[in-house]
């Protein structure tokens, strides 16, 4: 059993700044990529930030320059540092995670729940 638990949404100002995480817990073997994606009330989901087990980053352009995607291995934590934030930015963000749960075992993709970010104008 896999699983990613988000926090750090709230309700910020614009201009203002938030740090999701997302945590992965149960049997992990290892964590390839993992991401963080965003969902506007009746708007699809797009992918905001990827990074992947060596570090690397890629970000949407609407995001480029005020958020960074980091992650803590030995946490099985990725992170998402927000600033700048704008009213376009309002949102359900969700993560999700390549996982291996053991040795000999192909990588699947695991997601959380999701936390509200809500920035007032």
């Known amino acids: 059993q896999v699983q990613l638990v988000e926090s750090g949404g709230g309700l910020v100002q614009a201009g203002g700044s938030l740090r999701l995480s997302c945590t992965a817990s149960?049997?992990?073997?290892?964590?390839?990529?993992m991401r963080w994606y965003r969902q506007a009330p009746g708007k699809q989901r797009d992918l905001v930030a990827t990074?992947?087990?060596?570090?690397?980053?890629n970000y949407a352009g609407s995001v480029k320059g005020r958020f960074t995607i980091s992650r803590d291995n030995a946490k099985s934590t990725v992170y998402l540092q927000m600033n700048s934030l704008k009213p376009e930015d309002t949102a359900a963000y969700y993560c999700?995670?390549?996982?291996?749960?053991?040795?000999?075992?192909?990588?699947?993709?695991?997601g959380g729940q999701g936390t509200q970010v809500t920035v007032s104008s």
């Open positions: 990074i992947t087990s060596g570090g690397s980053t």
């Open positions: 149960g049997s992990i073997f290892s964590i390839n990529a």
């Open positions: 999700n995670a390549d996982i291996v749960i053991g040795m000999g075992y192909s990588p699947r993709t695991y």
